[in-house]
Structures are given as structure tokens and as C-alpha cells.
């Protein structure tokens, strides 16, 4: 009879997350595994893109020809069926300027190309969780914080998103500061928010753009604030365990906002 009493290596899963990323961002992964339960994995996926160099450098403002080329085949369908060819039980697409690009009916499009090539997994980005999320809120009056690597046509177009989705949009804009993942920081972020946000008063509020620093001021500006605060990172991550049938470890989830407290409308609509 064996004696050996093995350590925990990583095999028993709860639930697994795909992710697709930009090739040169660390964002969603790093935010997801920061969220995640001990028996919640994380598996990326990187496409290529276009206005992001090595290291994760980008322009001050993102051209929008790279960003629609990102959602175009054949590399993230590929992407993703290569992602959906290992064990998992939900794919989530950690990118959100496209679909503010394509617009509701344009990201409708994407998902049902993309689906053909899940093997039946689950499917969801950050704009759909962003919508779920809101709902399961009861959250009509919105704000957009959007990374200040989007121009001012970017964000518009993120409004009528989610105008056409039926939310009243109180404030969009990218915040003012720095255009450089690297010098964004928790204390900045959330001055931004409580100075130049606050005052219009939403039901909640979105800081879009999976590769923004967000999650960890999450939960202190909800106290402060009184709010709801949803992140790219956060809502996606949310909408996906739900969609993987893992409720019970969305539920678990303490710290990082009110959303992980409620659940989609039709459990995972």
C-alpha cells in the first residue's frame, strides 16, 4: 500500500477559463488569476495585435484599423479553436475596443462566427458580461471609464453600445492619465473616478479596457462610493464562471466588488 500523500499540483480543477488576449498583454490573466479561487485555472490565448508592440508598449492613442483587424479571421478564430481543443468549460474574450468598433449587432456576428469554433464551450466577452452584469445590478445609468489609450471617438462609439443596449450612458471619456499600462496606478485610477465620476451619480459604473489596473480598488471605491464598480477583468471573469457552471465559486469570490454577490439574469443568460 502506498504511503505517498501527494501536494496539491494544479490537476483538480473546479473550473478551467479560457482567455483570449492581445499578444502582448498580461492584463486579463493576471487579474483573473488574481480573483480566482484556489480551484480556478486560467489558460490564455494571445492574437496578434497591431497597435501594441513587445513589452506592451502602445501609442498614446490606439488606431481603430488594428483593433477591427483583431476580430477578423482568420487568427482569433483560430485562436479560439485552439483554446477550445483543451479541457475547459468556458471561453471569454479579454478585449473590449472591438466590439465597441463593431457595435452590438457587429459583435452578435463575431460570437456566432467564433461558436462555430468552440466545440459547444460557452462563449462571452467583455461588453456582453459588462451587459449582464449591469442587469443583474439593476443598474440604468452608467459611466464609462475608458483607458486614455482610446480616442474620443473609441469611447463614443463604447456609448452607443451600451445606448443601444438601453442603459442612459452619464459620462464616457478615457481618463486622464498616463497612456502606458505600466504608470497606471490603483491611487490614480481611483481619483479619477471619485473626482470626475462620481459627481454624475450612476447606478454604476464600468472601467473598461481588460489591460487597465483596475480590480484592486474594486471593493474601497464601493465603500466610499456607494455604487456598484464594475472592471473589464472583473465583469468578464464574473459572466464567465457563471457561464462554466461554477455559481458557487463566482459566489465565493470576496473582494472585489458587489457584483460577485449576485448572478446573471436566467443564471447565466
Known amino acids: 500500500m502506498s504511503t505517498i500523500r501527494a501536494q496539491k499540483d494544479g490537476w483538480e480543477a473546479r473550473a478551467r477559463v479560457g482567455v483570449v488576449v492581445p499578444h502582448a498583454d498580461v492584463g486579463p490573466e ?141 459620462h464616457h471619456g478615457p481618463c486622464g492619465l498616463p497612456s502606458n499600462q505600466k504608470l497606471i496606478t490603483p491611487g490614480a485610477l481611483s481619483e479619477w473616478i471619485r473626482a470626475t465620476v462620481a459627481p454624475r451619480r450612476p447606478d454604476a459604473v464600468l472601467v473598461a479596457g481588460n489591460g487597465i489596473r483596475a480590480v484592486g480598488v474594486i471593493d474601497a471605491l464601493e465603500r466610499e462610493l456607494d455604487f456598484p464598480v464594475l472592471t473589464a477583468n472583473q465583469v468578464l471573469f464574473w459572466h464567465a464562471l457563471h457561464l462554466a457552471g461554477a455559481r458557487e465559486a463566482a459566489e465565493g469570490i470576496t473582494g472585489y466588488g458587489r457584483l460577485f454577490g449576485t448572478r446573471p439574469a436566467g443564471g447565466a443568460a
Open 30 to 170: 493576471s487579474e483573473f488569476q488574481a480573483m480566482a479561487p484556489e480551484d480556478v485555472f486560467v489558460h490564455g490565448s494571445r492574437v496578434h495585435f497591431g497597435a501594441m508592440r513587445a513589452g506592451g508598449e502602445m501609442d498614446p492613442k490606439i488606431p481603430h484599423d488594428p483593433v477591427r483587424a483583431f476580430v477578423e479571421p482568420p487568427h482569433i478564430d483560430d485562436a479560439v479553436e485552439l483554446l477550445a481543443a483543451s479541457p475547459l468549460d468556458v471561453i471569454a474574450l479579454g478585449f473590449t475596443s472591438s466590439a465597441y468598433v463593431l457595435g452590438a449587432s457587429g459583435e452578435k456576428e463575431l460570437f456566432a462566427r467564433l461558436e462555430e469554433r468552440t466545440r459547444g464551450l460557452p462563449l462571452t466577452g467583455t461588453t456582453t458580461a459588462a451587459v449582464a452584469g449591469f442587469t443583474a445590478l439593476g443598474a440604468r445609468r452608467i459611466a464609462l471609464v475608458n483607458p486614455p489609450w482610446f480616442d474620443d471617438r473609441l469611447s463614443g462609439l463604447g456609448a452607443d453600445y451600451f445606448t443601444e443596449q438601453g442603459f442612459e450612458v452619464v
